[in-house]
């Protein structure tokens, strides 16, 4: 262990400034959290930029949202072959464990996850073609989305690709036996979104039309 | 899409007044996080648990961290066979694309992964087993943890297992190439945490004895 | 040179222990910070006196806030005669090339500065009228705000006439036609605050009342 | 005041924290320093830059140092022509009001306003000479210091240039008639630093050499 630092001085600082403030004036609910449980409303699926402040937006506190995040907010397709599957056990856990009421996908704009699928797509990125490039196998499960794209600037194409990427993950969720089951019971409902990070802007994915909409 | 719902009205609600408040008053900073791209200083490894507040514990705002959530902040050791790693894919981005100063693996009391991965190793979850769990397989990752757990009540192994959980996630980390690279050139520098729901307590992993000690 | 001396040893001997200990845990940051320049948010303005900490109480680290610090923290109005001026300089560098988002103006309680300018508007201290006074004369930039104060005890007005500062250096940023011009086009947010010394109190300039509240 | 915003939540929010543990643990010394005024043994001038952390790297706290920031840690000649000079204030009124025992000078890599003037100096940057911009006006004060730079490198000549606006602010400090005389009477020393921001370096002016040597 002789790689691991301590933690930075001014994150334990501000640490201790929660601790003493917004802990202090919510403990009897971050107890009851610890000796109950938690019971999320909703999981959401995010991108892990540092833009994108899923509780903020939806001002949402302690215990309300059971949070994934990973590249582009993806749902890979369901592949029970015994292997890892980090997303996918996220998705298991909070469906048949939380038994969570919603399931949202986060997008958002100028994601760089998207981008270099874009790129790589496009041929302009061959270092992600690389069997060893973790973010480029990832963003394969974006590849079909990007096929669908139909024509405009580069600008317009990535986010349509982004569009895609929600699409993608709401599609692939319904290739999980637990996540349909509990749709068509109506246990669980699914929603999509996409953040523009500039404008503080947000768009919900609409059923009827397929097409997002701001909210 | 007809299993596509609109987003419930209450979010709806509470996205519309952090647009008009929160947003409104730092629109100048999100907009230049728009278009100059982020910068975070640290990727944070935490668990999707609602009860697990990483910005809020570190008093961050908007741009400061990559997150990285999956179930009990678990990373995989490296493995390019070309399939997908999701976790392997974030940090690779954070580390070669957006060359984080910090990674910080936050681990949490009451963990339901880690409680899974003991109740699994204890013979006491057979349908953890099953090749088609997938919380199963990914707590595969933290079997080696529980070989190595000391005597004690089940709660005190427990809270060992989730030690256990972010030094694995540790020693994996520098599995990776260029982890191991922007460590070694003192580019990079790895934290381990454990965040006590209940009491609201922050430990962090003491690099010279090995143990989790209150900051 | 005979006139510099070596730096005091207890000054040398905490810098050799926040080397080996802050900075080494932060070099990849503080080496990020210097190959690719700083990003910071925020501008604050304060005042010299050496009981604000303005790191401290926003829980600010390196790289976090552009500071410039002078007597009473006053912003001169625009004038643009080719003459040296060190704040507006300041403001030029922070707003046109690193484009900071938030312009905080800090003000504090006790100033020495701002009593200085209540003494000699009141015509207790004539020294600070002489020509060759380098305070008497950048309190000039205040002697409006004294004409302005109302009624009351000296401490009482003494507290005004820090507002008054704070409220003066605002008014006077948007004379300059790259704040104005950053302001109109929401990629600038002016703010105004007020620290009490003894009672950490921090009170904020309200737009709407103009009044300083507790925030 | 329609320009001025509330400050962002994320600095109230952290501001409480630090209230309620900073402020907490030395309400006593933060209150006496209010009753019995500041009394602070040095007074630093160093650059606004958000990287140069005055406090940390000496280990000061509150009521230590009085401290002046501005573009490249400049002081300008004596002259009292009754206009505005921000930085004469501030060392007048460290030197007659306060009496501070030390005046450091701390300079630092990578300066942008230094980075700025060598540029000027070069012909590289036509509009830092037009008439209206302050930071091409407030670097005039460091030409006498470029036309001083040996041969080299244009990184090595910048270095050279932080080194030089070091000695030109204390050559200029002392033609300041009550700087010179607190220095004679040996009421008042000068020190000259330069702190380097990727490495954690720091070098001290060494009055016999005249150059700047590691601590």
Known sequence: ???????????????????????????????????????????????????????????ADQGEFFIHRNIANLVPPYEPDGNQHGTSAAIEFAVTSLQVAHLIVLGHSLCGGVKGCYDMCSGNAPELEEKSSFVGRWMDLLRPGFERL??????????????????????????????????????????????????????????????????
């Open 150 to 215: 139909s024509e405009g600037s580069d600008e317009d194409r990535q986010t349509q690709l982004e569009y895609e990427a929600v699409r993608t993950s709401l599609d692939n969720l319904m290739t999980f036996p637990f996540v349909r089951e509990a749709v068509e019971a109506d246990r669980l409902s699914l929603h999509g979104c996409h953040n523009d990070i500039a404008e503080g802007g947000l768009k919900m994915l609409n059923p009827r039309t397929e097409d997002f909409e701001p909210v």
């Open 1 to 59: 262990m002789t790689s691991v630092k301590p933690l930075p001085q001014y994150l334990v600082t501000r640490y201790h400034g929660w601790k003493a403030t917004t802990f202090a004036e919510n403990h009897a609910w971050y107890r009851r959290l610890a000796t109950e449980g938690q019971r999320p409303r909703a999981m959401v699926i995010s991108c892990c930029d540092s833009r994108v402040h899923v509780t903020s937006i939806f001002g």
